[in-house]
């Protein structure tokens, strides 16, 4: 069989693996890669047919794994998309969330070429909604170690990763001319002890592993929870400074978490009340998707809900959903948090609170999640004096912090122990992807120095397992 990785080789966003089996074509996630191309259309250019494909699995909804599925249906492929039942549903949310931030891109790429007295097809959206159903359309979904039979020859199971509700690993179980072969695609590996989610479940014996690398090299703060972090943060943004705190956040996962961490934190009275704002429609139809998938949350959510009720809800929280309340938020002058998208500050409503809070002394930024390089938070957590939003140059005052004990990621360790939880006699190659290089370089070196051996896949090169 033949592995090529064609999506987040070497780099974070993208991810799309494609595994031949004879001539079966399976493929693994496709994601939009987002770092290398800022109009995205080169994600129209597949390296292969989408009408040769045979099947693809989504490991998880996130967008740089799923985001560039509806151009693959747009561009011929015919077959079916197997994922978890959670994953299904957020995959709707985020794509047709990904058509709406392309119809606003579209927008002003051609307000900016009329000015420009030129026409431009950059900006042209790299698929609409229809393409979305139709992506939905082809969904099938299946259970959590539930072995599945893709052919005569090939069995998938998902194995749950944490990290995102519905997040799995995929096992495949192949028979290759007579010899069984297991390969296990790691998606995104999520941590223990994570708000919300379950932990990672460990993964099967297998021969091949493609696992994510987004930590490597490098470690989470040790010693501190999510309350502990947040409770510091709070404290001295809101009840001290008596200011505002902003936290961007995707609306899908990480604010459900972060909401959950923020119940436990007022309903046990560590802190005096604060008003808290989820502003983000998106985070409201997602929470629905967490309640519904209820029996897939952790223990402690399961206990709190029991004991104390809906762990998404509290008595000084609000969601605000429509954007006339979205600016009722700004009119908001006691001390307040807001969550709001997007998390990388790349549009969403968070823009709007930054454009009238990043020149107030008295906010704070609070960074909880991964930025990619060329986004707007990137920028401001390098140090950036001045940052552009919504077409003015504004001087940044607030203070920005960041924090890393909600990130859905497993860092060095974490990602080590998945690897050395297999059997070193087995386990053949570990090819790592979904990080930067060094990062690779880091994760490759431990692997080895462990006895195991790792492989940092160039983009399309095929590698015969
Ligand atoms: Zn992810």
Excluded at 432 to 454: F, K
Aim: hydrophobic content about 40%; aromatic content about 8%; overall charge negative.
């Amino acid at each position: 069989m033949k592995l090529t990785i064609h999506g987040a080789a070497r780099q974070v966003t993208g991810s799309m693996h494609l595994l031949e089996v004879e001539n079966y074509k399976i493929l693994i996630d496709c994601g939009l890669d987002y770092e290398r191309d800022r109009h995205l259309h080169t994600n129209e250019d597949f390296p292969f047919n989408p009408a040769d494909i045979d099947v693809v699995i989504l490991t998880h909804a996130h967008i740089d794994h799923s985001g560039n599925l509806p151009t693959l249906i747009r561009l011929g492929y015919e077959g079916q998309i197997l994922s978890t039942a959670p994953t299904a549903d957020l995959t709707e949310l985020l794509l047709l969330d990904s058509v709406s931030i392309f119809m606003n891109k579209a927008h002003k790429g051609r307000k900016h070429s009329r000015n420009r007295g030129k026409q431009s097809n950059s900006s042209q959206p790299l698929y609409l909604q229809k393409h979305v159903m139709d992506t939905m359309e082809r969904f099938v979904t299946i259970g959590f170690n539930k072995p599945f039979r893709l052919t005569g020859d090939i069995e998938l199971t998902f194995i749950p990763a944490g990290h995102l509700l519905g997040a799995a690993a995929a096992v495949l179980k192949i028979n290759d001319n007579g010899e069984e072969k297991t390969i296990a695609f790691t998606g995104d590996i999520g941590r223990k002890n994570y708000p919300v989610l379950n932990d990672p479940e460990p993964l099967p014996a297998v021969d091949y592993l493609v696992s994510e690398a987004t930590y490597g090299g490098r470690y989470h703060t040790k010693g501190k929870t999510v309350e502990e972090a947040l409770v510091e943060t709070i404290d001295q943004a809101c009840i001290k400074e008596q200011g505002r705190l902003i936290i961007p956040a995707f609306s899908i996962g990480r604010t459900q978490s972060l909401v959950f961490a923020l119940n436990k934190i007022f309903s046990s009275g560590l802190l005096p009340p604060v008003k808290v704002f989820v502003d983000s429609p998106m985070a409201v139809m997602a929470t629905r998707i967490f309640r519904k998938y209820h029996y897939l949350v952790n223990g402690e959510a399961q206990e709190f809900y029991n004991k104390k009720g809906d762990e998404f809800e509290f008595d000084n929280l609000t969601y605000v959903e429509t954007l006339k309340d979205s600016r009722q938020v700004s009119n908001y002058f006691e001390p307040c948090i807001i969550i709001s998208s997007a998390g990388m500050l790349e549009g969403g409503r968070i823009q709007d609170h930054l454009f009238y809070n990043i020149q107030n002394y008295y906010c704070t930024i609070l960074f909880i999640g991964y930025c990619a390089k060329g986004t707007l938070g990137h920028r401001l957590l390098r140090g950036d004096p001045i940052v552009h939003i919504k077409d003015r140059d504004l001087a940044v005052y607030a203070t920005i912090k960041q924090t890393d004990v909600l990130s859905a990621h497993g860092d060095h360790d974490d990602l080590m122990a998945n690897v050395l939880s297999q059997d070193k006699n087995k386990l053949k190659n570990v090819f790592l992807v979904h990080g930067e290089t060094s990062s690779m370089e880091a994760l490759a070196a431990t692997i080895e120095e462990a006895g195991y051996r790792a492989t940092v896949p160039e983009k399309g090169v095929d590698y015969i397992l």
